[in-house]
């Protein structure tokens, strides 16, 4: 079982950049593929990014390609995901998430755990 915890979420303009973490418990980190998703007002959640075991495989939606980067440190049991050139559309609350296994998804019900979210605001 593995507990997540995201953080670096916030108020930013249009053009900015944000960093977000997610921290998980437990010491079989490496274990887990993990994944961003986030859910727009209004919206279903959807995937925006994810890695697999080792952070070797990446995957991006189209809409995120070229201006966010998932990374990981295992040795931290740490995910990142770097935001640049942010747009309104990015506005959403962003999760973290893992599943057991060492290569990702893009659906959210692949994934097991959760983290609570961290809100992100784009402004124009």
């Known amino acids: 079982q593995v507990q997540l915890v995201e953080s670096g979420g916030g108020l930013v303009q249009a053009g900015g950049s944000l960093r977000l973490s997610c921290a998980a418990s437990g010491r079989t980190f490496s274990k887990y593929a993990m994944g961003w998703f986030r859910q727009p007002p209004g919206k279903e959640r959807e995937f925006v990014a994810a890695?697999?075991?080792?952070?070797?495989?990446?995957y991006y939606a189209d809409s995120v390609k070229g201006r966010f980067t998932i990374s990981r440190d295992n040795a931290k049991n740490t995910v990142t995901l770097q935001m640049n050139s942010l747009k309104p559309e990015d506005t959403a609350v962003y999760y973290c998430?893992?599943?057991?296994?060492?290569?990702?998804?893009?659906?959210?019900?692949?994934?097991?755990?959760w983290g609570q979210g961290t809100q992100v605001t784009v402004s124009s």
């Open positions: 998430a893992a599943r057991v296994g060492s290569y990702y998804y893009t659906t959210p019900n692949e994934y097991r755990y």
């Open positions: 890695l697999n075991w080792s952070g070797g495989s990446t």
